[in-house]
T-cell receptor, first 114, second 112 residues
């Protein structure tokens, strides 16, 4: 079983729709949760960074973390064709000793149709 | 302000050869990490360096090595290249442990 599970999609939605992207994880030590957007053949771009449980909002993006269920979500409101990309969730534990190792999901490919 | 920069952008090598990939972190960031991303998968952790010391190593063979320089830039070296080493190699920098990780554009390595 992978430490982080993510539906690879593809997910196709019409422009203006609300998009929900999700990841589940098995390691209860994870405390830091991130969402990245990756366009084809480019490096991942950090969208949201959350510590522990709760919600965080930034513009059209909302990240939710439910540590009790080991489940994280990213919501995109008023989706645009420019949001079409692969969305990666990533997580990290407090490994100590200034160690930072991200564990990624496989990514969900999102297509927003005009 | 420049982000994480990686060189080269693309590289084609033959099986058995050696390759060196380079990364310059965001100014002021002391931590550099390397990831391998094969097509259709999420990035896999290879190494992390902080203040020039190795702080983490992923499940990769000894053919993979890295180092960090006094200016916090880093090199990833891969010896005896295999076809399966073909991937996008990503470098990320952090200001400190468990803070936001920012990625470069990656080096696309093709082994033929």
């Amino acid at each position: 079983q992978k430490e982080v599970e993510q539906d690879p999609g593809p997910l196709s939605v019409p422009e203006g729709a609300i998009v929900s992207l999700n990841c589940t994880y098995s390691n209860s030590a994870f405390q830091y949760f991130m969402w990245y957007r990756q366009y084809s053949r480019k490096g991942p771009e950090l969208l949201m960074y959350t510590y522990s449980s709760g919600n965080k909002e930034d513009g059209r993006f909302t990240a939710q973390v439910d540590k009790s269920s080991k489940y994280i979500s990213l919501f995109i409101r008023d989706s645009q064709p420019s949001d079409s990309a692969t969305y990666l969730c990533a997580m990290s534990a407090d490994y100590g000793g200034a160690t930072n190792k991200l564990i990624f999901g496989t990514g969900t490919l999102l297509a927003v149709q005009p | 302000d420049a982000g994480v920069t990686q060189s080269p952008t693309h590289l084609i090598k033959t099986r058995g050869q050696h390759v060196t990939l380079r990364c310059s972190p965001i100014s002021g960031h002391k931590s550099v990490s390397w990831y391998q991303q094969v097509l259709g998968q999420g990035p896999q952790f290879i190494f992390q360096y902080y203040e020039k010391e190795e702080r983490g190593r992923g499940n990769f063979p000894d053919r993979f090595s890295a180092r960090q320089f006094p200016n916090y830039s880093s090199e990833l070296n891969v010896n005896a290249l295999l076809l399966g080493d073909s991937a996008l190699y990503l470098c990320a920098s952090n200001s400190d442990s468990n803070t936001e990780a920012f990625f470069g554009q990656g080096t696309r390595l093709t082994v033929v």
